[in-house]
Nanobody, 126 residues
Framework: QVQLGESGGGLVQPGGSLRLACTIS????????TAWFRQSPGQQREFVAA????????IYAESVRGRFTISRDSAKKTVELQMNSLEPEDTAVYYC???????????????????WGQGTQVTVSS
């Protein structure tokens, strides 16, 4: 059973940076597509970034492209999200997700992910 655990959330001022980490157990990154989603109060869960199961380059939502970077360390079994130039609109609970079987065209669809972490709160405010 794949289990995910996020860490690294917190309060940061606009323009600041945070680094989120997702630790994976019960699976290997070479067998999993991994992604970050976020959800603000009253809003639907929103795709942020993902790594296909085959690895390669990260895939990003337009709202975070150029500010956020997703990376993974297969040896440590972690997936990280470096968030720079944070804006108040980035405030949300951030979730790590994983899937053993997902096609590239569906990688932004949260319904395709079977495994989820508990979430970590990111608040961007002055």
């Amino acid at each position: 059973q794949v289990q995910l655990g996020e860490s690294g959330g917190g309060l940061v001022q606009p323009g600041g940076s945070l680094r989120l980490a997702c630790t994976i157990s019960g699976g290997t990154l070479t067998n999993l597509a991994t992604a970050w989603f976020r959800q603000s109060p009253g809003q639907q869960r929103e795709f942020v970034a993902a790594f296909p199961r085959s690895g390669g380059r990260g895939i990003y939502a337009e709202s975070v492209r150029g500010r956020f970077t997703i990376s993974r360390d297969s040896a440590k079994k972690t997936v990280e999200l470096q968030m720079n130039s944070l804006e108040p609109e980035d405030t949300a609970v951030y979730y790590c997700a994983a899937s053993r079987s997902i096609i590239l065209s569906s990688i932004r669809n949260d319904a395709q992910y079977a495994y989820w972490g508990q979430g970590t709160q990111v608040t961007v405010s002055s």
